[in-house]
């Protein structure tokens, strides 16, 4: 079975920086993306970044300057680098990828379970 086990949460303060990973594990075949999702209490899910396999990367507004996605294809691992960090990016971090599991098999979006990210003084 494919999973996705996100990791590198936790606690900093404003202007301080932590590195998410994500590793993709299981019957994988192809990835043809990987990124990160959020979501802080009583609102939505939003996409932080996005990195299509051999493509462009692509972050929300919010993150563009602060935030960095990087993959190592290789260990089929997703990274997200946060500097800067301010208490509006405290929120639960989801990974996901899109997969497939093997040849002949549909491929679909997978999800981690998330990982807490809280900024406060």
């Known amino acids: 079975q494919v999973q996705l086990m996100e990791s590198g949460g936790g606690l900093q303060q404003p202007g301080g920086s932590l590195r998410l990973s994500c590793a993709a594990s299981?019957?994988?075949?192809?990835?043809?993306?990987m990124g990160w999702y959020r979501q802080a209490p009583g609102k939505q899910r939003e996409l932080v970044a996005n990195n299509p396999t051999g493509g462009t990367a692509n972050y929300a507004d919010f993150v563009k300057g602060r935030f960095t996605i990087s993959r190592d294809n290789a260990e089929n691992t997703v990274y997200l680098q946060m500097n800067s960090l301010k208490p509006e990016d405290t929120a639960v971090y989801y990974c996901?990828?899109?997969?497939?599991?093997?040849?002949?098999?549909?491929?679909?979006?997978?999800w981690g379970r998330g990982t807490q990210v809280t900024v406060s003084s």
């Open positions: 996901c990828a899109f997969i497939t599991p093997a040849v002949g098999v549909a491929g679909s979006w997978y």
């Open positions: 299981g019957s994988i075949f192809r990835i043809a993306a």
